[in-house]
């Protein structure tokens, strides 16, 4: 993948298709309104994109199930300015 809407295109595609979005205590789905604690999901892939110039633009994109079949994806900055809680992402394990 070269850019971000290349990378959640495809996964959307792929049934990814509700956004994310991680706060101090769960991690919510935008679109249907559910609410997770970040033990009940997994990520199953993830794509980093760096900026040419600038290491403000670098971002992640996680593509992220619910243990209830809830899949989508979570897109975050790695600069300081974003609006997702950092440490609730941590807790979210890692598929292998």
Do not use: W
């Not at 994310?20 to 970040?38: C, D, G, H, M, Q």
């Not at 600038?54 to 994109?61: G, K, N, Y």
């Amino acid at each position: 993948m070269d850019t971000l809407s290349e990378a959640i295109n495809m996964l959307n595609k792929e049934g990814f298709s509700e956004d994310f979005r991680a706060t101090e205590e769960y991690v919510e789905a935008l679109i249907s309104k559910k609410k997770f604690e970040p033990e009940e999901l997994k990520i199953v892939k993830s794509y980093r994109f760096e900026g040419p110039t600038d290491p403000a633009d670098e971002m992640v994109c996680f593509a992220i199930e619910a243990y209830d079949g809830t899949k989508g994806t979570l897109v975050m900055s790695y600069s300081s300015d974003h609006s997702q809680a950092i440490e609730t992402v941590r807790k979210i394990p890692i598929k292998k």
